[in-house]
């Protein structure tokens, strides 16, 4: 990649959408990579159920409101987590970055 390249890639807190996160995958990963990651293992059921549950939801921002006091918590499995971001295991995260599983758990460690 060069330096016209980098600079044209976006800053994480730029990326606001899905779309935008796989444009950058796009830019950012191997072609063997980004394949394993689109298309998901196997006959990609999982993918495609993943996808269809979350077109299930929507996000309704609510303008105007009071921020003095926010509380993010919430309850999962009976334990109460401060902060409603969870991460389940996953493996091959070695084709996205060399520190692979290692820097997913020190991400969380630090949160």
Do not use: W
């Not at 990326?15 to 191997?30: G, I, K, P, Q, W």
């Amino acid at each position: 990649m060069d330096l016209k390249e980098e600079k044209m890639r976006p800053e994480l807190c730029e990326m606001t959408t899905v779309s935008d996160y796989e444009n950058y995958a796009r830019s950012s990963l191997r072609r063997s990579s980004l394949s394993y990651y689109q298309y998901g293992a196997g006959d990609g059921i999982t993918l495609r159920e993943n996808i269809d549950a979350y077109k299930r939801y929507l996000i309704i921002p609510r303008y105007l409101r009071g921020i003095s006091h926010l509380d993010l918590s919430t309850t999962v499995l009976g334990h109460v987590i401060d902060f409603p971001v969870c991460v389940s295991p996953t493996g091959s995260q070695r084709g996205a970055h060399v520190d692979a599983e290692v820097a997913t758990a020190r991400a969380c460690g630090a949160m």
